[in-house]
């Protein structure tokens, strides 16, 4: 079955380090590929997304995620987090093929900012 | 420009009252269009998804109904609330770059 991982629920670090969420989906063939903040009592705001091409893809605030096609992951990074990237971060997978209802989201990870 | 409004941001509601949440997408035609809710902790569960007018598509049976009246209105009810319906209610309209989603209503049932 298709599915869309992230296995961390949790995660805190200091402001001014570095973070990566991870995000690992199984599907038959490469999907597109997205990754949603959400702010709490907010809806989603997209950071970035992968279609096709370079694996490396730029988004918002600073944040990028790589594609790797062996590992099927798509981890979201951020060179120093800031204490206003507090919040919940969401990986998506949707696949062409599929129904219009067929965007996967991940459980979500949420990310605590320590001063 | 593309636009997606969601109301009401918060609502609090007795057990067994009626619910409506109403959610309308401007700049575009014919959306896809979904309502999605997120529960405490936890992550995205798709409710309901509609590809046009008075098309509803129903991901998990539930005490909730949506109804699509016209191209860019898509309306989430229940007849009578469950304390289990209580949660983050999302409307999102999918476009060719993912999807866009309204602010959300929080909804708790008391």
């Known amino acids: 079955a298709q599915s869309v991982t992230q296995p961390d629920i949790h995660i805190t670090v200091s402001e001014g380090a570095s973070l990566e969420l991870r995000c690992n989906y199984s599907?038959?063939?490469?999907?597109?590929l997205f990754w949603y903040v959400q702010s709490p009592g907010q809806g989603l705001q997209l950071l970035l997304k992968y279609f096709s091409g370079d694996t490396l893809v730029q988004g918002i605030k600073g944040f990028e995620a790589e594609f790797k096609r062996s590992q099927s992951s798509f981890n979201l990074r951020k060179p120093s987090v800031h204490w206003s990237d507090a919040a919940e971060y969401f990986c998506?997978?949707?696949?062409?093929?599929?129904?219009?209802?067929?965007?996967?989201f991940g459980a979500g990870t949420r990310l605590t900012v320590k001063p | 420009s593309q636009t997606i409004h969601q109301w009401p941001a918060t609502l609090v509601q007795p057990v067994g009252s009626p619910l409506s949440l109403e959610c309308t997408v401007e700049g575009t035609s014919n959306p896809n269009l979904y309502w999605y809710r997120q529960a405490a902790g936890r992550g995205l569960q798709l409710l309901f998804y509609?590809?046009?007018?008075?098309?509803i598509s129903s991901e998990v049976p539930q005490n909730l109904s949506a109804s699509r009246p016209q191209d860019r209105q898509f309306i989430l009810s229940s007849k009578k609330l469950l304390l289990s319906d209580s949660g983050f209610y999302l409307c999102?309209?999918?476009?060719?770059?993912?999807?866009?989603f309204g602010s959300g209503t929080r909804l708790t049932v008391v």
């Open positions: 599907y038959g063939a490469t999907p597109y």
């Open positions: 999102a309209w999918s476009r060719a770059d993912g999807y866009t």
């Open positions: 998506a997978v949707y696949h062409q093929f599929y129904n219009n209802n067929d965007m996967r």
């Open positions: 509609s590809v046009g007018i008075g098309q």
